[in-house]
């Protein structure tokens, strides 16, 4: 019986990778540049483009010999031809693609996981910290047309990022930690003073460092508004077969490429 059943999950994982394959696409670099500090844009052309939800992940194959397992990026953007991703260069996979150039090829799967729910909202906040505004930016171009506060977080005036376009979705907050630009102090604290001051979003969508997720989290709960969190999480293969990235959701075990990134934020961080 116990060599049936690990029969079976393997059976299962096995499935689930030939799902992997079947995602596989060959882009072309479109542009590769920085940004900011440490922050590469990167845009790769695709034939065949999918439909992408806001939140969702791509696995992108690193051009080298010693990086074996592919690297997860959140889908900055997508438009019929092209999809851009917004990195941070901190380790060798990163630093070789960084290095990548206009008109070479790069491997990648996409789309995966789950993102935040798109029905229609009237009032709609969003909450981003650092590199974990990547998710936020497509979801913000969603709901254009409601009334959309956007509140992005950064150390300081140097590591901004994507001022102008987020500027474009909605009413912006830029908040630095150390009050070099915008609001002083963190996103959640800008977004619950416009709250004490009469807005009223239905729902909040979040992503970012732990303790900014676990701020919103609990100011949700305070103020009975529903919010989505987008968790970051190492990954092996992105599509739930290898269980690097489990957590704890509602007292179960889940896989955060494949049964998220994101999640009811009452369910996490419990």
Known sequence: MRLRSICARTSRRLWRVSEYRMKDYTGEIVSNKQIAP?????????????EVRPGQFAMLEVPRKDCVLRRPFGILSRDEN????????????TI??????????IRLTMPLGNGFPTEKRSKVAIVGGGFGIVPLYLLAKEYRGAEVRIYNGFVNASAVMLEREFGK????????DDGS???HGYPVAALEKDMDEGFAPEVIFCCGPTPLMKSVKALAARRGVKAYLSLEQRMGCGVGACLTCTCKVAGHNKRVCKDGPVFDSAEVFE
């Open 38 to 50: 440490d922050a590469f844009e990167m845009t790769v052309g695709v034939k065949d483009m999918p």
């Open 82 to 93: 092209s999809v851009s991703f917004l990195y941070r260069v901190k380790g060798n996979g």
């Open 96 to 105: 070789a693609l960084s290095e990548l150039e206009a008109g070479d090829g």
């Open 181 to 183: 630009r915008g609001f």
């Open 169 to 176: 979705c909605g009413k912006f907050t830029l908040c630095t």
